[in-house]
């Protein structure tokens, strides 16, 4: 996750609204991530894990219940809340 956080505080510094959906367990080091690319209060839409044995049902309704969340975060792009669990 977090060469996914460092590409979204690039786009971020340039206007552009991002969303980053990780997983729990690698909370830590997405927070640790933004925090040394200069933008500590990075929101992230985290979902339950793990998701690699899930099926294909329970990764649509894990999405669908995330889709609130990562909404939010794309268009209240700058809006800095903190990171909780969609």
Known sequence: MS????????LEARGIPT????????????????RLLGMPNYP???????VQLLTDAELEALADEAFPRIE???VDAGGQESTRRS
């Open 72 to 74: 939010k975060l794309l």
């Open 3 to 10: 060469c996914s956080v460092h590409d979204a505080v690039r």
């Open 44 to 50: 992230l839409a985290l979902v339950a894990h793990p």
């Open 19 to 34: 969303a980053v959906v990780g997983t729990e367990p690698f909370l830590d080091e997405a927070l640790e991530q933004s």
